[in-house]
C-alpha cells in the first residue's frame, strides 16, 4: 500500500519545504527561525528530505530574456513509430540537447511534448531542421510559440 505524503512528513517537514521553494538560499540558521526550531533539528531534517529524496536539488533561476534566451517553444513531437529502444533512444537523445529544458512523455496524438529555448525564430528554425531534424523514427513535429507567459510557477502546491 502506498503512504500518502502526510504519513511521511510532518507540518515541520511540509513548512521546512514551503519555505525552501520560496527561498533556498536561506542558511540553515535562518530557516530555522522561519519554522521556529533551532538549527539542528531544522539541519537534520533537511539532511533527511535531501537523502529521501523529496528535495532533488537547489538550482538558482535565471532570467531567459536576458539571456538572449526568452523565444519559448512548445514542440509536440510524434515519432513514426514507437517502441521500448526507439523511446529509449529519443530520451537519451533529448536529454542530451541543451536547448530542451523539459521533455515529458505525453498521451494523445502526440507522444513527446518538448520546452525548448531559442534566441529567436530564425534560431529555432535551423534547430528544427539541424538538430531535431534528424532524429531517427520523428515523423512530425508541431511548434506552439509563447507570445507571453501568464503563469509560471517553480514549487509545488501541497
Known amino acids: 500500500m502506498k503512504m500518502s505524503l ?11 519545504l514551503r519555505t525552501l521553494q520560496e527561498n533556498a538560499r536561506l542558511t540553515t540558521k535562518e530557516l530555522a527561525a522561519r519554522v521556529s526550531l533551532s538549527s539542528t533539528p531544522v539541519f537534520e531534517r533537511l539532511k533527511r528530505l535531501e537523502s529521501s529524496g523529496y528535495i532533488k536539488k537547489y538550482i538558482a533561476v535565471l532570467d531567459a530574456e ?3 534566451q526568452g523565444f519559448i517553444v512548445f514542440c509536440n513531437v ?11 533512444e529519443f530520451t537519451r537523445i533529448i536529454r542530451g540537447i541543451p536547448q530542451v529544458t523539459e521533455c515529458y512523455n505525453i498521451s494523445g496524438s502526440f507522444d513527446y ?9 530564425k534560431y529555432y528554425q535551423e534547430f528544427v531542421l539541424n538538430v531535431l531534424g534528424t532524429v531517427e523514427h520523428l515523423g512530425s513535429l508541431e511548434s506552439t510559440f ?11 502546491s501541497f
Open 78 to 88: 510524434k515519432m513514426s513509430r514507437l517502441n521500448r529502444e526507439i523511446a529509449e
Open 66 to 68: 536576458k539571456l538572449n
Open 6 to 16: 502526510m504519513d511521511t512528513l510532518d507540518r515541520t517537514d511540509l513548512q521546512i
Open 146 to 156: 509563447v507570445m507571453d507567459e501568464v503563469k509560471h510557477e517553480y514549487g509545488i
Open 113 to 121: 511534448l518538448l520546452k525548448i529555448h531559442a534566441p529567436n525564430m
